[in-house]
């Protein structure tokens, strides 16, 4: 059963009367399964009655379309990172400073310079604690700013600036119901009162919100005026780009087989119109239409009245072989 993606006119109960049988061909022909994708029709239809059917064939369009992925966004506040990055300092400088004095008593010590031994292992004891905090504090902050993690001091330092003073936003785009994302999307968009502002995706965030879904870190710069922590906007993550061919929903049916399109063999104005049905893999929805791949920008595609020919392989068709003229 094919299920169509067009509405068939009504106009084609013409076509049984009007098309002239095909010539008959041999008997072993009837035998014949075509393959999968390369059913061949032929019909009789004349250039005025392909006019009169609305059956137009046109070459398609190639095209590469980055692959969109909606998201929400929530602008976070600048507060709670200069928070999380001054523990981070904090606890980095302490435990540095602890190794330090356990180095200098053990040097007093080995030279019998006023430090005791219960003095150095106290040290030692402060060392491992401020060492733990530091490990502890660099983990929390690279669960909660895993991109910003990833960064150098000085990097992490300007982007800090950049947010506290104004100049940027960060913010969280979460992907409802999705815990993974095959790629990391090249950039984003940002859907302002319907003005679309331009992020950069830093990359992947580890924890989860109350959604419990998969987000990514997303630096805008120079925001709209009143953007600010709290909003929430929608977020397109734009993928790599796909290649194919743009074709029109009309020009896509779909039965048990997937989706396929009619391709025109013949010439418009041949009297004997041959078609031949390609399957093809719907990559991405475009407007009224679709991205596909399994057909070229050179093939003639029946654009409009691809259901006038689906109709005829019940009447007047007939599946041939390629090399049945």
């Not at 980055?66 to 990172?81: E, N």
């Not at 106290?122 to 530091?134: D, F, H, L």
């Amino acid at each position: 059963m094919t299920i169509s993606l067009v509405r068939i006119p009504a106009i084609v109960v013409f076509v049984v009367l009007a098309c002239s049988p095909v010539s008959a061909a041999d008997a072993d022909d009837d035998d014949k399964t075509p393959n999968a994708g390369t059913t061949i029709i032929n019909t009789s239809l004349t250039s005025q009655q392909r006019k009169a059917l609305g059956v137009v064939a046109e070459r398609p369009l190639a095209a590469q379309i980055p692959d969109r992925v909606a998201s929400v966004g929530l602008v976070l506040d600048a507060t709670v990172l200069v928070a999380d990055m001054g523990d981070l300092a904090a606890t980095e400088t302490a435990a540095r400073t602890a190794r330090a004095e356990v180095t200098r008593l053990q040097g007093l010590y080995g030279d019998h310079a006023g430090a005791s031994l219960k003095m150095v292992e106290a040290a030692r004891v402060e060392a491992v604690k401020a060492t733990a905090q530091s490990r502890l504090t660099a983990a929390r902050f690279a669960q909660h700013w895993a991109p910003l993690a990833s960064l150098s001091p000085a990097d992490r330092s300007s982007i800090v600036i950049q947010v506290t003073r104004g100049r940027a936003l960060l913010v969280r785009a979460d992907l409802p119901g999705r815990h993974s994302l095959g790629s990391l999307p090249e950039k984003a968009e940002l859907d302002v009162d319907g003005v679309q502002v331009q992020g950069r995706v830093l990359g992947f965030l580890r924890q989860t919100d109350e959604t419990q879904s998969l987000g990514l870190l997303v630096g805008v710069e120079s925001p709209p005026p009143g953007l600010g922590p709290g909003a929430r906007v929608p977020v397109a993550l734009l993928m790599a780009k796909r290649s194919g061919v743009v074709l029109p929903q009309d020009a896509v049916l779909y039965d048990e087989r997937g989706p396929y399109v009619f391709k025109q063999l013949t010439r418009p104005e041949a009297a004997n119109t041959r078609y031949q049905r390609c399957n093809v893999t719907l990559l991405l929805r475009r407007g009224g239409g679709w991205l596909v791949s399994g057909v070229e920008d050179d093939d003639d595609i029946v654009m409009e009245g691809a259901g006038v020919i689906w109709s005829l392989q019940g009447s007047d068709a007939r599946a041939v072989d390629d090399d049945d003229d």
